[in-house]
């Protein structure tokens, strides 16, 4: 399916230009876990026809993909990257613990690891984010694609979990502020309308979000 192939052209760039191609190949797949944007599991598959070959899977969360723009989705790839780099070519920490050689080779492709989502957190722990290092290896790689119109074709019409546990809809975002890939958006004040070129339907919302009409499948526009 296109989102497939979309998210392995995702991890198959930043393969090239952050690891110099040397990852072996996951499968790529849509999870639904909460409060998750994204996870890694080492070994997950094993080949049906019993030869014994095992893969390890990236799995991202397609409720937030609306919702928190291109930019983030290539974050938490990268994030993700850096633990498959870790299980075949270093020492993961215990379980789920992000330890200072991973934080290290964040650092190195451009992405900073923080506890927080914003600089001064702890590089290492449980929970970790992480936001991108201006001028960084991870930016450059993200723009080379980006720049080029690239885009996921599909999107979730509801687009993160509320604060009632629920699923909510393009309009509801207005009331968000949410968190994906480690990087936190601020709540603004100021609010603005966007448009759908296909049918006129509206939504308000904060400046510059990236929101899809989910009966058009057409792109919002926001009014200046």
């Given amino acids: 399916m296109t989102t497939y192939a979309e998210l392995q052209q995702i991890f198959d760039t930043l393969n090239e230009r952050l690891f110099g191609g040397s ?11 909460k409060q998750t944007m994204g996870y890694f599991s ?23 993909f609306a919702s928190h723009g291109l930019r983030e989705v290539f974050q ?12 075949h070519y270093g020492s993961p920490g215990r379980g789920r613990y992000h330890n200072r050689e991973w934080a290290e080779k964040m650092i190195e492709i451009g992405l900073m690891p923080t506890d927080t989502g914003g600089p001064g957190g702890k590089t290492t722990g449980q929970r970790i984010s992480d936001y991108p290092i201006e ?8 723009e080379a694609l980006a720049t080029r119109s690239f885009r ?11 604060s009632r546990g629920g699923g909510v809809s393009v309009a509801e975002l207005a009331t968000q502020s949410l968190v994906f890939g480690g990087e936190a958006r601020e709540k603004k004040p100021t609010r603005v309308k966007y448009v ?3 049918n006129g339907a509206a939504v308000w919302g904060r400046p510059h979000l990236n929101l899809v009409c989910g009966d058009t499948g057409q792109a919002y526009v926001m009014q200046e």
């Fill in 152 to 162: 996921l074709t599909w999107v979730d019409r509801y687009v993160a979990p509320s």
């Fill in 196 to 198: 759908c070129p296909a």
């Fill in 42 to 64: 080492h070994r997950r598959f094993v080949a049906s026809d019993g030869g014994g070959d095992f893969t390890d899977e990236i799995a991202l969360n397609p409720a937030y």
């Fill in 135 to 142: 001028g960084g290896p991870f930016l450059a790689a993200y």
């Fill in 76 to 87: 938490t790839v990268a994030h993700e990257m850096v633990h498959l780099w870790q299980a």
């Fill in 23 to 33: 990852l072996k190949p996951c499968l790529m797949t849509l999870q639904r876990e």
